[in-house]
């Protein structure tokens, strides 16, 4: 009788562990249902400060957390690593990269957004972005390798576009990387090196639209650049990329030699709209276009949340793709779901919050707007430290997390300046 | 004036930047010399906490420190990102990875040791060993998937497999890896996997001499092994390995099925005897069999220190391969080039002072044998993990890996359960 019952409860699927994924699960915990969150990576991570981990700052498994943990005690959750193929919308059922198959009554995919080149996919070998730990311990690689390569490089030339490094897109990504390379060069790695003078470092941040920090009001964006010229970081306003190599980057007739280019301009989505096939309609970015429930148009079944969606509010504007957002959808399709299981009245359309926006640009210079209060330097500094302590996951990792930073407070110091991952061979094989 | 006295300024060259070539190279800190550490990594790195890598208990940036931070002051001192390719003895120049080529008045050896597969080293993809945080990293990849894999694999001899481990070599490193294994499956991940039950682990350690931890007194090893087999570890002595292949590892006759084998059995000297010319003495590991004052024999400039020399003291005794006689080799050398250059009498001949043995094999389970006393329990874990602490190279790794520690013991937890480095796609090419 008891796994009768059990057989017939009904099959709640997610794809993705991130921030929208994750929430949903949680959001789930009270459901008569089973619960599987798929994942081809076995952490949930804190992409916020993601580029502190790429500048030496941060290790990786402070900023991550192993998603089965995050999930031990809730007993209708299991947690399957795995990665997604193809989605079967007529039969519901996922095909996994295993080779399994995973049946489902309801699917919610949230499975985030990757790095757009715009159609310059070459580009990528030479500007990696920033989306997962490996991306962020391959970037931590290529800097501190930059330095230590113009320590003995004897070529003038070679030495100064060794420590050039050029940032494509100010976002709050590429302002943060910025400003955490700025200080890096300038602070931390001071009077290590005997043959290059680390003061002397380049930071370009590139831009193509007229000013940095485009979603915060202008007068923040202002402060914002202002605080990135005190680092004495360049920025480049209104200047498109047209191209990236080994030498380094163009920008139409102006050429920047630069061994280091990290790219923070575009995301693109990740495969969902592929996989729910050609008649699902979605963006120039690849996000599948939902319904106002937040589910695939033609499937009540199946929801898309996150970066995966361009879901609209409040008459046609863009939820965006921060964090916030995914876990706001994240609830909102759970109690959905949950309403549906219980046959209950369905909630009404999905209504973004906007709770603000954060940024910071090295010590002591922050940035926050939440709308009734705008707050920069100093103590828009703090407060965005204890923001973001605040939603790291776990306890450990938010007494690990401001113990290192009071520690680079007070030193300048960074915790993790390490290069990992091959060594010079294997090194040596990467562009340029 | 100045610049001409500063070219007639000896050259010392050290290569390795472990125990040995940090402990030299500071040492030196008044010598009148200009001294160039060449290491392929950037990184000093505590390996008796390695094994703490392998098992997701601390991250690597807590067990290891630039070695350009560490001689950041050291003026007389410059750190070069490099790989030695060859020694011209007789030029008195290295070559190095990168093309370059690094002259030298006095050259000090000390580029460690590597895993030795005794003559299989097909064995060496099935049954990785660990030196490196790159191992370190890898091994916990491979750990943490064989229970993501048992989780859902269908085949209950596969499960069972996946969830059996063996390690080969009883030594500190085998043991420590072992209890720790165990501590994993039967604390950590307890409760999180839903299909199958971590307490039924096996976890295989496989020893071809007659007792665990060899090096220890009979008494303490006989400790060990109890405290081995209270955390249900499986000992198997006197059983030497015949073969290790994806399917698992033979002991002869018998045949343990396993997906997971870690190899911490046998050592071999880095190539520095190679590069030294055949006419250089070495003994079956390939360590150079150096003189009494550390030298190598026919070139009084060049040393051979810690894992990389076979050196003998008290009248034929061999130093053992342990951090604490890589230090005392390199202060020892240090002394030697300091009275060279001051025109001073030459020390006498090395020689080694056993400071004594620690292990730990799980939580409240330490080995300590200093000589004169000999703790085990509780009292000798405590013992083993203030000692270690205290070796930490920096003040931040002190604290913060006092605090994972606590962590772990008042809740079990992991701090570092992270699966990196190459997705699932990355995973499925290694081996089986």
């Known amino acids: 009788m008891a796994a009768a019952a059990t057989e017939a409860r009904p099959r709640i699927v997610i794809v993705g562990g991130g921030f929208g994924g994750l929430a949903a699960a949680k959001a789930l915990k009270s459901a008569e249902a089973d619960i599987t969150l798929v994942d081809r990576r076995n952490h949930h991570l804190f992409q916020p400060l993601l580029y502190q ?33 193809g989605i079967d919308r007529a039969a519901k059922r996922l095909t996994l990269a295993s080779g399994a198959a995973l049946a489902f009554d309801t699917l919610i995919v949230a499975t985030g957004a990757t790095h757009a080149y715009f159609g310059h996919d070459g580009w990528a070998s030479f500007a990696p972005g920033l989306k997962s730990l490996d991306d962020a311990t391959a970037i931590r690689r290529r800097i501190l390798d930059a330095f230590e390569r113009a320590e003995v490089a004897t070529d003038p030339a070679e030495r100064d576009a060794l420590l050039t490094f050029a940032i494509v897109g100010a976002g709050p990504t590429g302002v943060e990387m910025a400003g955490a390379i700025a200080e890096l060069a300038h602070r931390t790695l001071a009077r290590e090196f005997r043959h290059i003078d680390t003061m002397k470092t380049r930071i370009v941040l590139i831009e193509a639209g007229p000013r940095v920090l485009a979603a915060m009001p202008p007068a923040l964006s202002e402060k914002g650049l202002k605080a990135l010229q005190r680092l004495g970081v360049e920025v480049r306003l209104g200047r498109a990329v047209t191209d990236c190599s080994g030498k380094g980057v163009a920008l139409g007739e102006d050429f920047i030699p630069c061994r280091t280019i990290i790219w923070a301009a575009g995301v693109q989505a990740s495969r969902a709209a592929v996989w729910l096939g050609p008649e699902t309609p979605r963006d ?109 996951i776990d306890f450990r990792n938010r007494v690990s997390v401001s113990l290192d930073w009071l520690w680079s407070y007070l030193t300048y110091g960074r915790s993790a300046r390490l290069m990992t991952e091959g060594d010079r061979r294997a090194q040596s094989a990467a562009p340029p």
């Open 53 to 85: 981990v790429a500048t030496a700052a941060l290790s990786p498994a402070q900023i991550a957390q192993p998603i089965r943990a995050v999930l031990r005690r809730q007993k209708n959750a299991t947690v399957i690593l795995d990665e997604v193929s």
């Open 284 to 392: 120039r970015a690849g996000r599948v276009q939902v319904n106002a429930d937040l589910s695939a148009p033609g499937s009540p079944d199946i929801f898309v949340i996150g970066d995966t969606a361009a879901a609209t509010y409040g008459g046609g504007k863009l939820v965006p793709g921060v964090a916030p957002a995914a876990k706001q959808m994240g609830k909102d399709v759970a109690r959905r779901i949950l309403a549906r299981l219980r046959g209950r009245a369905e909630p009404p359309p999905f209504a973004y919050k906007d709770q603000g926006n954060l940024a910071t640009i090295g010590r002591g210079a922050g940035l926050v707007d939440l709308g009734w209060i705008k707050l920069s330097g100093q103590l828009g500094w703090w407060f965005w430290g204890l923001v973001h302590i605040f939603f790291l």
